[in-house]
């Protein structure tokens, strides 16, 4: 349901690796967004793009990198530069102007 | 850059009652203002959202209101249901580059 869709629901990281986050969506939206959702944090914006083949770094970028090669689709890696990964990862997307439509989410956890 | 200020982070209510959740913000320039619900391991979802020409705006039991001189802004849900239970997220955006700032959220729990 909803038109976008993250994959896996979880994943699991070793020390040293990094792994890559899907985000598709279906709803003909321009922009596309990943957030961070911490407990007693809210969300917080990693990355985003407004067009293909442009991105944005949000509040806590380091440690991750994105991709926006199609309208539909916007990767996020979490690198082992990033510390701490393991956390709720939310993608959305959104019309211009408009609310947002959020996945699923995908659970990282580090082992 | 924009920040975004939510309380109660949590609140706690009885079957019936009303519930009322408060946020600021520090960018004048800030003209969108959504509310998301995210139930338990779901996603967040889009409830009631309102913009800067308008002071207030209802959907059932739900109403947001929004005073721009004082830069605030407020979700009320009247005769709260158990299912009302949820964390709810408020945001901010300046609208054209639509890029959103958060609220840490508010735990609302409705006791039957």
């Known amino acids: 349901d909803g038109g976008i869709t993250q994959s896996p629901k979880y994943l699991f990281r070793k020390e040293g690796q990094n792994v890559t986050l899907s985000c598709e969506q279906n709803?003909?939206?321009?922009?596309m967004y990943w957030y961070r959702q911490d407990p007693g944090q809210g969300l917080r914006l990693i990355y985003y793009?407004?067009?293909?083949?442009?991105?944005q770094k949000g509040d806590i970028a380091e440690g991750y990198s994105v991709s926006r090669e199609k309208k539909e689709s916007f990767p996020l890696t979490v690198t082992s530069a990033q510390k701490n990964p393991t956390a709720f990862y939310l993608c959305a997307s959104s019309i211009r102007g408009g609310g947002y439509t959020f996945g699923s989410g995908t659970r990282l956890t580090v082992v | 850059g924009e920040n975004v200020e939510q309380h109660p982070s949590t609140l706690s209510v009885q079957e019936g009652d009303s519930a009322v959740i408060k946020c600021t913000y520090s960018?004048?320039?800030?003209?969108?203002f959504p509310w998301y619900k995210q139930e338990l391991g779901k996603r967040p979802q889009l409830i009631i959202d309102?913009?800067?020409?308008?002071g207030e705006k209802k959907d059932q039991r739900i109403a947001v209101t929004l005073n721009k001189t004082a830069k605030h802004f407020s979700l009320h849900i009247t005769e709260t249901q158990p299912e009302d239970s949820a964390v709810y997220f408020c945001a901010a955006s300046r609208g054209t580059g639509n890029q959103f700032y958060f609220g840490t959220g508010t735990s609302l729990t409705v006791i039957p």
């Open positions: 709803l003909n939206h321009d922009a």
């Open positions: 960018d004048s320039a800030s003209n969108y």
């Open positions: 309102i913009r800067s020409n308008v």
């Open positions: 793009s407004q067009i293909v083949n442009d991105f």
